[in-house]
């Protein structure tokens, strides 16, 4: 379960590991190259065992021609001293260790603080500097409102990421509003994840009331929705344990089909078909 704002922000990003790269296309104009898989790593840079460094997200980002990425994403909610040089020291021990690039993306729930976290960072001298870290941030300027049904379907994550950076927005109501809805279509699974991380990277804020008000009939939802699913599980199951019984061959096409309806309806007429049917095919038919 998800515990904070802080967290809720950079767990986005683990959730659906491609966010990151439609982040910086979409939002900071990044032409960042095609890419062929994107994973969670290990957040942790600890190089002696008592002093810890953990990045908050880390993601190893592989790219079809360009070679491999890595991105250090961290939540900042708030100027934090310490934090440009634990930056550096992240981006060194991270080309030092993996010899792929690293790429450090800031994210941030208020514009003072992105403004502070975006400004570069120089170690040596003033006319000449050794190591400049840039980082990209993500905060309310650079992140548009999603406040329409059919774009915060297209792309749930970053609608998500959109409604905690926009929490003080005056439109936050119809933002979230909108949210729920979407929510509501995703496999039960999945809406209540995402249902959680809203909920958390709200935080102490008024938007967080709002949602709130909104969770009941979505929750009920919800768990109606798992509910139903596990019948389907059990019924799907037991059919094909007849169809096994009855010496009739299952594919590995028909098992999948199969075991992914989730409509009572449906496999009722399977069950009903199979005992005359010849072959499995019959059933759909």
């Known amino acids: 379960m998800v515990s904070s704002s802080h967290e809720a922000l950079h767990r986005i990003f683990q959730e659906d590991t491609g966010a990151i790269v439609r982040a910086l296309r979409k939002l900071l104009g990044v032409p960042f190259p095609d890419t062929s898989k994107t994973f969670v790593v290990s957040p942790d840079l600890t190089e002696i065992a008592p002093v810890e460094r953990r990045?908050?997200?880390?993601?190893?980002?592989?790219?079809?021609?360009?070679?491999?990425?890595?991105?250090?994403?961290?939540?900042?909610?708030?100027?934090?001293?310490?934090?440009?040089?634990?930056?550096?020291?992240?981006?060194?021990?991270?080309?030092?260790?993996?010899?792929?690039?690293?790429?450090?993306?800031?994210?941030?729930?208020?514009?003072?603080?992105a403004r502070w976290a975006a400004r570069p960072i120089t170690l040596g001298l003033p006319s000449h500097p050794s190591l400049t870290v840039r980082p990209l941030v993500l905060g309310p300027s650079n992140t548009p409102v999603v406040s329409d049904q059919r774009e915060v379907v297209r792309d749930i994550p970053m609608a998500v990421f959109s409604a905690i950076t926009h929490s003080k927005s005056e439109n936050v109501d119809a933002i979230l509003k909108v949210l729920a809805t979407a929510l509501s279509s995703l496999d039960p699974a999945q809406g209540f994840m995402y249902a959680e991380l809203v909920e958390a990277g709200l935080g102490n804020t008024p938007a967080r009331e709002?949602?709130?008000?909104?969770?009941?009939?979505?929750?009920?939802?919800?768990?109606?929705?798992?509910?139903?699913?596990?019948?389907?599980?059990?019924?799907?199951?037991?059919?094909?344990?007849?169809?096994?019984?009855?010496?009739?061959?299952?594919?590995?096409?028909?098992?999948?089909?199969?075991?992914?309806c989730k409509d009572m309806d449906v496999l009722g007429i399977w069950v009903d078909r199979a005992g005359t049917v010849s072959c499995v095919d019959d059933l759909f038919d």
């Open 210 to 260: 709002i949602w709130r008000d909104l969770m009941p009939v979505l929750m009920n939802y919800f768990r109606s929705q798992h509910v139903q699913h596990a019948f389907a599980e059990v019924r799907a199951n037991d059919l094909l344990r007849f169809l096994k019984a009855r010496g009739l061959e299952v594919t590995d096409e028909t098992r999948e089909r199969i075991e992914s």
């Open 55 to 113: 990045v908050d997200t880390l993601l190893q980002v592989e790219t079809e021609k360009h070679g491999t990425y890595l991105f250090a994403i961290e939540s900042q909610s708030r100027r934090d001293k310490d934090k440009p040089a634990a930056w550096a020291y992240y981006l060194s021990y991270m080309y030092a260790k993996f010899r792929h690039q690293p790429v450090l993306v800031v994210l941030c729930p208020d514009d003072a603080t």
